[in-house]
């Protein structure tokens, strides 16, 4: 008797562990569907604002803006206690990739063309121009910076401030 007993246990296991098994994949496939019914909704609930996606570097969050229309961008992150980013490092300028966007940066070009300064007010010492750039492009006034983010090192590229972008605020941390 303690042979058939031991049969008995063994599959009143297999049968308890075919409906455990059954009950994770019903679960998970509902908890799928409702991360997919909340993901819609909050799609459509905040299309016509901003996304924002922040990451940590060093001392500093990033934030990663997109707006139905790119004016204003600066008031933006000032109204949010950052700036649009400044990019004085290789380790910057390669985190940015993390986003995997093309977006504006707080470099432009001033009054003096071929002056480019960033946000603050300082002037640009370390650059990473994609190949050919900046360019004014076809004569055109160019006077912003998009970073790419299919080159680590050379993705700068100007281009004119009118044009949709996402962008990239950055605040300082306190430690």
């Known amino acids: 008797t303690k042979q058939n007993k031991t049969g008995n246990d063994f599959l009143y296991g297999c049968v308890a562990g075919r409906k455990l098994a059954r009950l994770v994949a019903v679960s998970f496939g509902l908890l799928c569907i409702l991360q997919a019914a909340v993901n819609i909704s909050l799609r459509f609930a905040f299309c016509k604002y901003i996304l924002a996606v922040y990451l940590l570097f060093k001392k500093q969050a990033l934030s990663l ?9 600066r008031d933006d992150c000032l109204q949010r206690g950052a700036d649009l980013a400044i990019i004085n490092t290789k380790e910057e300028q390669d985190f940015t990739r993390n986003f995997k966007k093309v977006m ?38 160019e006077d912003c910076v998009e970073i790419n983010f299919f080159d680590f090192e050379n993705s700068w590229n100007d281009i004119p401030c009118e044009n949709q972008n996402f962008w990239i605020c950055e605040k300082k941390l306190v430690s």
């Open 65 to 73: 803006l997109r707006r139905l229309k790119a004016f204003e961008l």
């Open 104 to 141: 504006w940066i707080g470099l432009t070009e001033t009054a003096i063309k071929g002056t480019w300064k960033w946000v603050d007010g300082t002037p640009l010492s370390k650059s990473y121009w994609g190949p050919d750039e900046p360019n004014g492009f076809e004569g055109k006034n």
